[in-house]
Nanobody
Framework: QVQLVESGGGLVQPGGSLRLSCAAS???????????WGWYRQAPGKERVLVAR???????IYADSVKGRFTISRDNGKTTVYLQMNSLKPEDTAVYYC?????????WGQGTQVTVSS
């Protein structure tokens, strides 16, 4: 049973930065590495949306709302995906989750709360 554990969230002022991590336990680096991975976020009262995706070869794709500010990366050996978030805005406030992109695990992690406020 694979477990996804997100961490690194918190309260930050507008313009600040955070680095999120998502560790996938119960899977090997080989299996982890053959899938694209994504970071998603869900704001209060809204649906969960994809904000960043990284392919098996490291190509990155971003939602327009975060392009130029967020950077997704992966470490297959550590079965971990990262999201570096810079120049944070109040509208980035949400719970952030990770999951495989095309074949998501049915059981999502608990997410990590990011709150951007002065």
């Amino acid at each position: 049973q694979v477990q996804l554990v997100e961490s690194g969230g918190g309260l930050v002022q507008p313009g600040g930065s955070l680095r999120l991590s998502c560790a996938a336990s119960g899977t090997s680096g080989i299996t982890f590495g053959i899938y694209d991975w994504g970071w998603y976020r869900q704001a209060p009262g809204k649906e969960r949306v994809l904000v960043a995706r990284i392919t098996t070869i490291g190509t990155t794709i971003y939602a327009d709302s975060v392009k130029g500010r967020f950077t997704i990366s992966r470490d297959n050996g550590k079965t971990t995906v990262y999201l570096q978030m810079n120049s944070l805005k109040p509208e980035d406030t949400a719970v952030y989750y990770c999951n495989r992109f095309a074949a998501p695990y049915s059981s999502w992690g608990q997410g990590t709360q990011v709150t951007v406020s002065s």
